[in-house]
């Protein structure tokens, strides 16, 4: 893991939550942007280069909707910036870690993803992430 890349937050309204951490960290959101294949509409907010990312379910049965169903509003994931996520992805697996894509994926903010099944990290669903090239 390189650092801390972003935090990622399920929202029931994307335009509600932009306005309301516009005022909690004193700026506004940087892009707002749709992941269709995931279900979600996110923005991201940059504080000195630690983001948070909002997300709101666009389909009733996407991931984050079924979160926020089951445990409502909050943070939902934590993502690491790793420099090659094909190599994160073999070395976590052999290492006992569960990985919920044995392929990264394309994400928001040009990414490509990965995630890890929270019932191998104490309950934390954790998102390695490596920008595209
Ligand atoms: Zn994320």
């Known amino acids: 893991m390189e650092k801390l890349e972003h935090i990622g937050i399920a929202v029931k309204n994307l335009d509600e939550s932009n306005r309301l951490f516009a005022k909690l960290l004193g700026k506004q959101h940087y892009k707002t942007e749709e992941v269709t294949a995931e279900g979600v509409r996110t923005s991201f907010f940059d504080l000195n280069g630690v983001k ?3 997300l709101e379910a666009t389909q009733p049965n996407s991931p984050v909707a079924k979160f926020i169903e089951k445990r409502g509003e909050g943070i939902h ?3 690491f910036e ?3 996520i094909h190599e994160s992805i073999q070395s976590y697996s052999d290492q006992g870690f569960s990985l919920l894509n044995a392929e990264p994926k394309t994400g928001a ?3 490509l993803i990965a995630f890890m099944h929270p019932k191998s990290t104490n309950g934390v669903l954790i998102e390695l992430c490596q920008e595209k090239k």
């Open 82 to 84: 790793v420099n090659n």
């Open 52 to 54: 948070i990312e909002l």
């Open 77 to 79: 994931h934590l993502a």
């Open 109 to 111: 903010d040009n990414k």
